[in-house]
Protein backbone atom coordinates (compact mmCIF):
# COMPACT_ATOMS: atom_id res chain seq x y z
CA UNK A 1 0.00 0.00 0.00
CA UNK A 2 1.60 3.45 -1.27
CA UNK A 3 1.89 6.25 1.49
CA UNK A 4 -1.15 8.21 -0.36
CA UNK A 5 -3.47 5.14 0.43
CA UNK A 6 -2.01 4.76 3.91
CA UNK A 7 -2.72 8.30 5.00
CA UNK A 8 -6.22 8.06 3.16
CA UNK A 9 -7.21 4.73 5.11
CA UNK A 10 -5.97 6.44 8.54
CA UNK A 11 -7.98 9.28 7.95
CA UNK A 12 -11.18 7.44 6.95
CA UNK A 13 -10.70 4.14 8.90
CA UNK A 14 -12.90 4.87 11.97
CA UNK A 15 -15.75 7.29 10.05
CA UNK A 16 -17.18 8.28 12.98
CA UNK A 17 -14.26 9.12 14.71
CA UNK A 18 -12.44 13.25 15.07
CA UNK A 19 -8.77 12.26 14.47
CA UNK A 20 -5.72 14.24 15.48
CA UNK A 21 -3.04 14.14 13.53
CA UNK A 22 0.47 16.15 14.27
CA UNK A 23 2.93 15.08 12.03
CA UNK A 24 3.46 16.52 8.11
CA UNK A 25 1.82 13.43 6.73
CA UNK A 26 0.61 15.16 3.88
CA UNK A 27 3.54 16.45 3.00
CA UNK A 28 4.04 16.58 -1.40
CA UNK A 29 1.33 13.96 -1.58
CA UNK A 30 -0.76 14.17 -5.36
CA UNK A 31 -3.71 15.07 -5.18
CA UNK A 32 -6.34 13.38 -2.92
CA UNK A 33 -9.14 14.16 -0.80
CA UNK A 34 -11.17 11.81 2.22
CA UNK A 35 -14.52 11.49 3.22
CA UNK A 36 -13.37 13.65 6.50
CA UNK A 37 -13.64 17.32 6.87
CA UNK A 38 -9.64 18.60 7.49
CA UNK A 39 -8.84 21.47 9.78
CA UNK A 40 -5.30 22.59 9.22
CA UNK A 41 -3.73 24.56 11.60
CA UNK A 42 -0.12 26.39 10.54
CA UNK A 43 2.43 27.83 13.02
CA UNK A 44 5.88 28.77 12.27
CA UNK A 45 6.17 28.77 8.66
CA UNK A 46 4.15 29.19 5.29
CA UNK A 47 2.30 25.79 4.34
CA UNK A 48 0.66 25.76 0.45
CA UNK A 49 -2.44 23.85 -0.51
CA UNK A 50 -3.64 23.38 -4.27
CA UNK A 51 -6.66 22.57 -5.78
CA UNK A 52 -7.50 22.38 -9.18
CA UNK A 53 -7.36 25.90 -9.90
CA UNK A 54 -5.78 27.85 -7.24
CA UNK A 55 -2.64 27.60 -5.21
CA UNK A 56 -3.62 28.82 -1.72
CA UNK A 57 -1.12 30.32 0.90
CA UNK A 58 -1.23 29.61 4.87
CA UNK A 59 0.39 31.65 7.18
CA UNK A 60 1.63 31.11 10.68
CA UNK A 61 -1.00 31.44 13.02
CA UNK A 62 -3.44 30.87 10.57
CA UNK A 63 -5.63 27.72 9.63
CA UNK A 64 -7.15 26.43 6.93
CA UNK A 65 -10.89 24.56 6.68
CA UNK A 66 -10.90 21.39 4.06
CA UNK A 67 -14.59 20.79 3.31
CA UNK A 68 -14.67 16.20 3.02
CA UNK A 69 -13.89 15.05 -0.38
CA UNK A 70 -11.90 18.36 -1.46
CA UNK A 71 -9.47 16.85 -4.00
CA UNK A 72 -6.36 18.77 -2.98
CA UNK A 73 -2.53 18.35 -1.94
CA UNK A 74 -0.37 20.05 0.65
CA UNK A 75 3.52 21.75 0.11
CA UNK A 76 5.19 22.75 3.37
CA UNK A 77 9.04 24.50 2.29
CA UNK A 78 10.18 25.80 5.81
CA UNK A 79 12.15 23.54 8.11
CA UNK A 80 10.38 25.26 11.49
CA UNK A 81 6.84 24.71 10.39
CA UNK A 82 4.42 23.12 12.87
CA UNK A 83 1.00 22.04 12.00
CA UNK A 84 -2.31 20.58 13.51
CA UNK A 85 -4.53 18.16 11.44
CA UNK A 86 -7.83 17.63 13.19
CA UNK A 87 -10.22 15.65 10.81
CA UNK A 88 -14.28 16.04 11.42
CA UNK A 89 -16.77 13.08 10.52
CA UNK A 90 -19.20 15.01 7.77
CA UNK A 91 -22.08 16.40 10.09
CA UNK A 92 -24.98 18.55 8.93
CA UNK A 93 -23.82 21.86 10.00
CA UNK A 94 -23.72 25.53 8.72
CA UNK A 95 -22.49 26.90 5.22
CA UNK A 96 -19.40 28.16 6.97
CA UNK A 97 -18.41 24.14 6.94
CA UNK A 98 -18.92 23.76 3.36
CA UNK A 99 -16.78 26.36 1.98
CA UNK A 100 -12.87 25.99 1.84
CA UNK A 101 -11.57 29.31 3.83
CA UNK A 102 -8.26 30.40 5.43
CA UNK A 103 -8.87 32.13 8.80
CA UNK A 104 -6.24 33.30 11.67
CA UNK A 105 -5.93 31.61 14.59
CA UNK A 106 -8.01 33.75 17.60
CA UNK A 107 -6.85 33.85 21.07
CA UNK A 108 -9.80 31.43 21.69
CA UNK A 109 -8.81 28.60 19.89
CA UNK A 110 -5.10 29.00 20.46
CA UNK A 111 -6.25 28.59 24.28
CA UNK A 112 -8.27 24.77 23.32
CA UNK A 113 -5.38 24.16 20.97
CA UNK A 114 -3.00 24.54 23.91
CA UNK A 115 -5.12 22.79 26.16
CA UNK A 116 -5.14 20.07 24.08
CA UNK A 117 -1.56 19.74 22.60
CA UNK A 118 -0.74 16.57 23.54
CA UNK A 119 -4.41 14.77 22.20
CA UNK A 120 -3.41 12.53 18.84
CA UNK A 121 -5.07 9.61 17.20
CA UNK A 122 -9.03 8.73 17.22
CA UNK A 123 -11.40 9.67 19.36
CA UNK A 124 -15.52 8.35 19.57
CA UNK A 125 -18.89 9.96 20.42
CA UNK A 126 -19.15 9.56 24.03
CA UNK A 127 -15.72 10.70 25.35
CA UNK A 128 -14.94 14.18 26.86
CA UNK A 129 -12.12 14.71 23.95
CA UNK A 130 -14.48 14.24 21.12
CA UNK A 131 -17.13 16.81 22.96
CA UNK A 132 -14.20 19.17 23.29
CA UNK A 133 -13.03 18.62 19.54
CA UNK A 134 -16.53 18.79 18.51
CA UNK A 135 -16.82 22.42 20.30
CA UNK A 136 -13.69 23.60 18.81
CA UNK A 137 -15.06 22.72 15.44
CA UNK A 138 -18.25 25.08 16.56
CA UNK A 139 -16.11 28.00 17.20
CA UNK A 140 -14.77 28.44 13.88
CA UNK A 141 -18.23 29.30 12.35
CA UNK A 142 -18.81 31.38 15.36
CA UNK A 143 -15.81 33.91 15.43
CA UNK A 144 -17.37 35.55 11.84
CA UNK A 145 -13.55 35.81 11.44
CA UNK A 146 -12.12 37.78 7.35
CA UNK A 147 -10.77 35.36 5.27
CA UNK A 148 -7.15 35.52 4.17
CA UNK A 149 -7.47 36.43 1.24
CA UNK A 150 -3.98 35.66 -0.95
CA UNK A 151 -5.52 32.80 -3.43
CA UNK A 152 -2.95 32.85 -6.59
CA UNK A 153 -4.91 30.77 -9.74
CA UNK A 154 -3.41 28.62 -11.60
CA UNK A 155 -3.34 27.64 -15.28
CA UNK A 156 -2.51 24.84 -17.34
CA UNK A 157 -1.86 26.82 -20.54
CA UNK A 158 1.82 26.53 -21.32
CA UNK A 159 2.37 29.87 -22.60
CA UNK A 160 1.27 31.79 -20.11
CA UNK A 161 2.95 30.00 -17.28
CA UNK A 162 6.59 30.40 -19.37
CA UNK A 163 5.46 33.89 -19.24
CA UNK A 164 5.45 33.74 -15.55
CA UNK A 165 8.14 31.74 -14.79
CA UNK A 166 10.02 34.66 -17.16
CA UNK A 167 9.17 37.12 -14.26
CA UNK A 168 8.35 35.17 -11.02
CA UNK A 169 12.12 35.66 -9.91
CA UNK A 170 12.09 39.40 -11.17
CA UNK A 171 9.79 41.29 -8.47
CA UNK A 172 12.38 43.62 -8.09
CA UNK A 173 12.56 45.13 -11.59
CA UNK A 174 9.89 47.59 -12.81
CA UNK A 175 7.47 45.19 -14.48
CA UNK A 176 5.01 46.02 -16.94
CA UNK A 177 2.27 44.85 -19.06
CA UNK A 178 4.54 46.47 -21.61
CA UNK A 179 7.88 44.91 -21.41
CA UNK A 180 6.40 41.55 -20.69
CA UNK A 181 4.29 41.50 -24.23
CA UNK A 182 7.47 42.70 -26.29
CA UNK A 183 9.46 40.23 -24.53
CA UNK A 184 7.32 37.06 -24.97
CA UNK A 185 6.41 37.98 -28.47
CA UNK A 186 2.67 39.40 -27.99
CA UNK A 187 0.62 42.24 -28.16
CA UNK A 188 -0.09 43.95 -25.18
CA UNK A 189 -3.59 43.50 -25.82
CA UNK A 190 -3.38 39.84 -26.41
CA UNK A 191 -1.46 39.27 -23.42
CA UNK A 192 -4.15 41.20 -21.31
CA UNK A 193 -6.67 38.79 -23.14
CA UNK A 194 -4.87 36.06 -21.73
CA UNK A 195 -4.24 36.57 -18.23
CA UNK A 196 -8.03 37.39 -18.25
CA UNK A 197 -9.60 34.37 -19.70
CA UNK A 198 -6.97 31.44 -18.13
CA UNK A 199 -6.85 33.03 -14.63
CA UNK A 200 -9.34 35.03 -14.50
CA UNK A 201 -7.39 37.80 -13.22
CA UNK A 202 -5.29 41.11 -14.67
CA UNK A 203 -1.75 41.25 -14.79
CA UNK A 204 -1.78 44.10 -12.42
CA UNK A 205 -3.82 41.85 -9.70
CA UNK A 206 -1.91 38.52 -10.50
CA UNK A 207 1.86 40.31 -9.95
CA UNK A 208 0.51 41.96 -6.63
CA UNK A 209 -0.52 38.65 -5.12
CA UNK A 210 3.00 37.38 -6.59
CA UNK A 211 4.56 39.85 -4.92
CA UNK A 212 2.87 40.13 -1.30
CA UNK A 213 3.73 36.17 -1.15
CA UNK A 214 6.97 37.06 -1.99
CA UNK A 215 7.30 39.57 0.88
CA UNK A 216 5.55 37.31 3.32
CA UNK A 217 8.34 34.66 2.48
CA UNK A 218 11.17 36.75 2.92
CA UNK A 219 9.53 38.58 5.97
CA UNK A 220 9.55 35.34 7.85
CA UNK A 221 12.95 33.42 6.61
CA UNK A 222 15.23 36.62 6.32
CA UNK A 223 16.33 39.56 8.51
CA UNK A 224 15.48 42.33 6.41
CA UNK A 225 13.35 45.01 7.59
CA UNK A 226 9.98 46.43 5.76
CA UNK A 227 11.92 48.78 3.83
CA UNK A 228 14.12 46.04 2.67
CA UNK A 229 11.62 43.76 2.40
CA UNK A 230 9.61 46.23 -0.10
CA UNK A 231 12.81 46.95 -2.12
CA UNK A 232 13.63 43.85 -2.78
CA UNK A 233 9.63 43.12 -4.22
CA UNK A 234 9.63 46.27 -6.57
CA UNK A 235 8.14 48.95 -4.19
CA UNK A 236 9.92 51.83 -3.53
CA UNK A 237 7.02 53.36 -1.73
CA UNK A 238 6.93 51.64 1.80
CA UNK A 239 3.45 53.07 2.13
CA UNK A 240 2.08 51.68 -0.91
CA UNK A 241 3.61 48.06 -0.15
CA UNK A 242 2.28 47.94 3.67
CA UNK A 243 -1.59 49.01 2.05
CA UNK A 244 -1.28 46.47 -0.88
CA UNK A 245 0.11 43.64 2.26
CA UNK A 246 -2.89 44.69 4.10
CA UNK A 247 -5.84 44.56 1.20
CA UNK A 248 -4.28 41.04 0.47
CA UNK A 249 -3.91 39.68 4.33
CA UNK A 250 -5.86 41.95 6.22
CA UNK A 251 -2.61 42.83 8.43
CA UNK A 252 0.43 45.28 8.19
CA UNK A 253 3.62 43.59 7.62
CA UNK A 254 5.02 44.10 10.50
CA UNK A 255 1.30 42.12 12.32
CA UNK A 256 2.62 39.57 9.90
CA UNK A 257 5.78 39.98 11.21
CA UNK A 258 4.88 39.62 14.75
CA UNK A 259 2.81 36.58 13.82
CA UNK A 260 5.63 34.77 12.28
CA UNK A 261 7.52 34.88 15.22
CA UNK A 262 9.95 37.78 14.06
Not at 128 to 145: A, D, I, P, Q, R
Request: no cysteine.
Amino acid sequence: MNILSQLINIVDKNPDSILVMRQQTEQRLPAHQHDKAQLLLVYGGIAYLQTDATDFYIPSNHYIWIPQNYPHNLMFNTQDLSIINVYFPGEKADSFYDELGIYPVSKLLKEMLSFSEKWQGDYFKGSWEFEFLLTLKGVLSKENLKKFSIQLPTTDDQRLNAIIDNFRNRLNEDLSLDTLAQQSGMSVRSLTRLFQTKLRVTFVQYLKMLRIIRAMELIKDTDLNMTEVAYEIGYSNISAFSNNFHQLTNMRPTQFKEMSGG
